[in-house]
């Protein structure tokens, strides 16, 4: 700990006079002393260093040092990313309501915001900006062009666009945007209700539940899959919330300890349940963390929910946002969180750092065993771990690099421009004409990708020629190459289905926007059957979560 110290205080220049105001305990002494080293260091870096040196840039760099010794969640947060900050805690923001990013050195369009100004004023995904407000937008970052299009309210932006080839020009008018934490709701056949959860901004919790009373005004629901699955977390206080709606007034959700007197907290359940009786399944993997860790340990520590997925990535750290001065704000872990059997959930332990400063994840074997209201053990440190293990297929180095070229991207584009209307989107379906189709595309692109073997094989046919082997092992080495040539050009076949399934969503997104695209991706999505099943068959749904002792 104290090896850190020097790097732990290196950031912090306003202060230090404050520090000093008080007795000089031993531990403000070593404050102080580093501080005033610091500040020194700092004053004669910036008169001697050789080269001109920026304050500002100094001091940030600094500070991002020194928090980055502690946890990835320990963040500064200059005053020029408070707003981005605040949007990511409320899911609010002025704007025309479209994400951009960058494609084959241009910026397009990546997404649009289903019921907002981007929408409503027909701009489209893939989309190519050239301009904005009569100005280029040659060499403005992302980030900028992001900013660009935020504004108040009422305000309007100018858009030039290309769409196959043609120049469109835009105005739009600005208007809040309000991104859901429930992309998607509905029924599974007929009974079974789903609600997707992406976050836990503001209202989260509120916006399950409506999504929740108007499924019920539509039908009897018998069952509830709830999603969390990459869910990263967010506000505490909706984590609270949403576990609430399943279980009783005065509950303990869980409980925070930290190092001051006030972090030492016990939260209950304060409302009454919007159900307790109505079996529900949590799916989470290796994407849902804090706030999804919460709910999913919450409610199988009452054996309330039945959690099935992979298990869970393993944050069991709260966070605070802190002012500071000039507009900045620092946000800093000041607790763990403990579920109501006495769970810590967090995989990492920070303070424990190897010589070289790594850390690793506690392993299986030195995490503590506690146990659910009925008896079933559970374990601490190193996430959730499901009740039902499920399976997720690795992305082989082909799909990997459909993604990264973008390959389903724009072929999704190109087929919505030829293709006016589709089939609903949980109905449409690629058949083996669009998938031919794909193959023609790609082939017309000149798309190749890259695999291990492949390099292997490049790598020991150069090794070999500089080491001059004989032409019979080159012909070998040349053989094997062309062989390996033929096996990879069977690849799109050899993962038809998973590329069928992929390019479907992509396609759908284009016609239903983001919802349309979960909606459809619940056909093929292997979790979900198995939720299904469990929700069909109460007598294995019960037997899990109430095992004979």
Do not use: C
């Amino acid at each position: 700990m104290f090896k850190r110290i020097p790097k732990l205080f290196s950031g912090i220049l306003i202060g230090a006079a404050l520090i000093l105001s008080f007795s000089y305990t031993p531990d403000y002494f070593e404050l102080s002393k580093q501080l005033d080293i610091f500040t020194s260091v700092f004053k004669e870096v910036s008169l001697y260093y050789v080269d001109d040196t920026q304050p500002g840039e100094l001091a940030e760099e600094a500070i991002n040092s020194m928090l980055s010794s502690l946890d990835p969640y320990t963040n500064y947060i200059p005053e020029e990313a408070v707003e981005d900050f605040r949007i990511q805690q409320t899911g609010d923001y002025a704007g025309v309501g479209a994400s951009v990013g960058e494609h084959l050195n241009q910026v397009i369009i990546t997404s649009i915001f289903e019921d907002f100004a981007a929408a409503k004023a027909g701009l489209l995904v893939g989309d190519i900006i050239l301009s904005i407000d009569g100005e280029s937008i040659e060499d403005r970052s992302i980030e900028s062009i992001s900013e660009i299009l935020k504004g108040a309210p009422g305000t309007k932006v100018e858009l030039e666009i290309e769409r196959g080839g043609v120049k469109i020009a835009k105005t739009i008018e600005r208007a809040k945007v309000h991104r859901s934490s429930v992309p998607f709701a509905g029924f599974l056949g007929d009974d079974f209700a789903y609600i997707s959860l992406s976050s836990f901004t503001q209202n989260a919790s509120g916006e399950v539940r409506k999504a929740w009373e108007d499924l019920a005004k539509e039908k009897e629901i018998k069952g509830l899959v709830l999603d969390l699955r990459n869910n990263p977390g967010g506000l505490l206080i909706e984590a609270i919330n949403l576990t609430n709606l399943f279980i009783p007034k005065g509950e303990v959700v869980v409980q925070t300890k930290g190092k001051l007197e006030e972090w030492q907290k016990t939260y209950k359940t304060n409302n009454r349940p919007f159900n307790t009786e109505i079996p529900v399944v949590v799916l989470i993997n290796s994407g849902s963390a804090s706030a999804s860790e919460i709910v999913a340990g919450t409610l199988q520590d009452y054996d309330r929910a039945l959690i099935l997925g992979r298990r869970s990535f393993g944050k069991g750290l709260v966070q605070e946002s802190r002012m500071l001065p000039y507009g900045a704000q620092l946000k800093v872990t000041i607790a763990k969180y403990y579920t109501p059997s006495g769970r810590l959930i967090q995989a990492i332990d920070y303070a424990e750092r190897a010589e070289d400063g790594s850390v690793t994840k506690v392993p299986d074997s030195l995490r503590n065993a506690y146990k659910t209201n009925n008896g079933r053990v559970v374990y601490d440190g190193g996430g959730i771990d499901p009740d039902i293990q499920t399976e997720s297929p690795e992305a082989t180095e082909l799909i990997i690099a459909l993604f990264r070229d973008l390959q389903f991207f724009d072929f999704a584009t190109d087929f919505y421009f030829k293709n006016p209307t589709i089939a609903a989107a949980a109905d449409f379906r690629i058949d083996d004409a669009i998938f031919n189709s794909f193959k023609k595309w790609l082939a017309s692109r000149e798309f190749d990708f890259d695999t291990r073997t492949g390099r292997v094989i490049n790598n020991l046919t150069k090794v070999a020629a500089e080491e001059e082997f004989d032409e019979q092992l080159a012909q070998e080495l040349t053989d094997l190459k062309i062989a390996y040539e033929k096996r990879k050009s069977l690849e799109l076949d050899h993962d038809k289905e998973i590329v069928k399934e992929l390019l479907q969503e992509e396609i759908v997104s284009r016609y239903y926007f983001e919802s349309g695209r979960l909606e459809n991706a619940l056909n093929h999505d292997m979790d979900i059957k198995k939720a299904l099943f469990y929700l069909k068959d109460k007598q294995a749904y019960q037997e899990i979560l109430s095992p004979e002792k």
